[in-house]
């Protein structure tokens, strides 16, 4: 893959990694692995299309996206630094990570969103320069600060992550944010913001098996919700964690999550993994250890659905 601030193989990254860059590197992944299908689930708030990527042609389906909260872009050159080394390794019979990735693509179909919050990413990337369409609003939700460094939500202010119908009232409640902000406002109703109403619709087309959603950062995994899941999810949560060295934590007090609904409405393994640990945005010096961590969950996730 051409290089554009990740090298792909020799995993580095420098600088930050905005929406330009994540397209231009799409381009370049089905340019030379021309089995990765490239399509859109929808568009942002600002236009943005919001890509996703295919690979694999087996019957079981796992959904994995990644940078829902705009101050974690680090996880979406994450999930594509997998999808890269998985087609390489595929197309040359290597091994990855001790496993077979053909056999993944044989018997499981993995779908990604890289980056579900791309006008998010871009304003903690870029910040809001003066010509920004937004920028009178955003300067007043950050309480007049020009460093957007700590933003979560998506460019109207709404974090995404409390945009789901899966008990949004009480999570509205509980978070007791009462307008738009860097993080935890969740809108005036569930799925009001396209970001969130596409990664909802995409999900539901494609009716995947299992899904997972990164973040940062704990070294965590959650994968319960409300004693709604599935039985076999903690099995699951602890195959994941062992794979990484991660810990497979009960979450309560917690709903509205993609991972929430995904539990509540399909009653399948649902898991948010929290990638790293430090502050958000963790660093583009933690990029390599995060890939790793980013593949061991992946690899044990798809090995485990051929099975």
């Known amino acids: 893959m051409k290089e554009v601030g990740i090298r792909f193989g020799n995993t580095a990254l420098s600088g930050k990694y905005g929406y330009k860059r994540l397209m231009e590197d799409i381009g370049h992944l089905h340019e030379k692995y021309n089995f990765v299908k490239v399509g859109c689930i929808g568009k942002s708030v600002m236009g943005r299309t919001i ?15 990644a940078a829902v909260h705009a101050n974690e872009w680090i996880t979406a050159p994450c999930v594509l630094h997998f999808l890269e080394h998985c087609a390489a390794a595929a197309t040359a019979g290597r091994s990855l990570h001790g496993h077979d990735p053909e056999r993944w693509l044989r018997h499981v179909t993995l779908s990604v969103v890289p980056m579900v919050n791309p006008d998010g990413v871009d304003l903690v990337v870029e910040e809001a320069s003066d010509s920004h369409p937004e920028r009178e609003n955003l300067l007043k939700w950050n309480q007049g600060n020009l460093d957007f460094s700590s933003w979560k939500a998506n460019i109207r202010g709404i974090d995404l992550n409390d945009q789901f119908p899966a008990y949004w009232e009480d999570e509205l409640q509980r978070r007791a944010v009462k307008g738009p902000g860097p993080r935890d406002y969740g809108g005036t109703e569930p799925l009001s913001e396209p970001e969130a109403r596409a990664l909802a619709d995409w999900t539901r087309r494609l009716l995947p098996d299992m899904v997972i959603s990164f973040h940062t950062q704990g070294r965590e995994i959650y994968w319960n919700y409300r004693d709604r899941e599935p ?5 699951w949560a602890q195959r994941l964690a062992r794979a990484a060295n991660f810990r497979a934590v009960r979450l309560s007090g917690s709903d509205a999550g993609y991972k929430d609904w995904f539990i509540l409405e399909f009653g399948r393994p649902g898991f948010t993994v929290e990638l790293g640990e430090g502050v958000n945005p963790l660093p583009p010096s933690d990029f390599d250890s995060l890939c790793m961590e980013t593949g061991q969950v992946l690899s044990a996730a798809l090995s485990g659905l051929c099975c």
């Open 51 to 65: 890509p996703c990527l295919e690979l694999g042609e087996g019957k079981r389906k796992l959904a994995v996206n």
């Open 231 to 235: 039985t076999n999810s903690l099995m």
